[in-house]
């Protein structure tokens, strides 16, 4: 079955940095963006970066352009969140999911039923 799995997240400091790992099965990796969303206590679901099925395109969010780097590797069927500089307000549940690119927009839309459960980042000193 389909199955997305976030690891990585942890507690960091202000300034400090994280590398989320999204390792997919079940479906072809190959074929599909991958998105990075978050979610904040209180606030919406918010996109954080996507990226093309052949790592050709990315996107990022306002907040996190500069300082978060995606990239896949798919032979791993892994897709990679690089975070630096990490901020108080980038606290969040980080879920990765599997999506359509949208190339008119240059970003992506997460597929219904492929999402992973997430992983929680905590930015505080």
């Known amino acids: 079955q389909v199955q997305l799995v976030e690891s990585g997240g942890g507690l960091a400091q202000p300034g400090g940095s994280l590398r989320l790992s999204c390792v997919a099965s079940g479906f072809s990796f190959d074929l599909y963006a991958i998105g990075w969303f978050r979610r904040a206590p209180g606030k919406a679901r918010e996109g954080v970066s996507c990226?093309?099925?052949?790592?050709?395109?990315?996107n990022y969010g306002d907040s996190v352009k500069g300082r978060f780097t995606i990239s896949r590797d798919n032979a791993k069927n892994t897709v990679y969140l690089q975070m630096n500089s990490l901020k108080p307000e980038d606290t969040a549940d980080y879920f990765c999911?599997?999506?359509?690119?949208?190339?008119?927009?240059?970003?992506?839309?997460?597929?219904?039923?492929?999402w992973g459960r997430g992983t929680q980042v905590t930015v505080s000193s």
């Open positions: 999911a599997a999506a359509r690119w949208d190339a008119v927009q240059d970003t992506c839309a997460p597929l219904p039923g492929y």
């Open positions: 990226i093309s099925s052949n790592g050709s395109s990315t």
